[in-house]
Nanobody, 119 residues
Framework: QVQLVESGGGLVQPGGSLRLSCVAS????????VAWYRQAPGKQREMVVT???????TYAPSGKGRFTISRDSAKNTVYLQMDNLKPEGTAVYCC?????????????WGQGTQVTVSS
């Protein structure tokens, strides 16, 4: 059984930083494609960043230059470092994963962690 568990969300002021974590069990991130998505209230879920099993990384324009995805193989964890956060970054952030190369539909999803950017 695959589980993805996110953590690290919270309340942060505009311009601040947060690092989200996604810990996996039942799937090895070293051989998986992984992504972070977010969903703001009343809006559709949107991709934040994806990284394929071959390490090809794609950032959405909204986070490019401010967000960084990384992996810790020993901990089977993927991180999303978010800097210079903006109020429009308020959303539930979820990680998603698929074994091997992403084939158009993510196999596994986490429950998400709330990020609120507000002064």
């Amino acid at each position: 059984q695959v589980q993805l568990v996110e953590s690290g969300g919270g309340l942060v002021q505009p311009g601040g930083s947060l690092r989200l974590s996604c810990v996996a069990s039942g799937i090895m991130f070293t051989s998986a494609s992984v992504a972070w998505y977010r969903q703001a209230p009343g809006k559709q879920r949107e991709m934040v960043v994806t990284v394929t099993n071959t390490a090809l990384t794609t950032y959405a324009p909204s986070g490019k230059g401010r967000f960084t995805i990384s992996r810790d193989s020993a901990k089977n964890t993927v991180y999303l470092q978010m800097d210079n956060l903006k109020p429009e970054g308020t959303a539930v952030y979820c990680c998603a994963a698929s074994n091997g190369l992403f084939a158009g539909r993510w196999q596994f999803w986490g429950q998400g962690t709330q990020v609120t950017v507000s002064s």
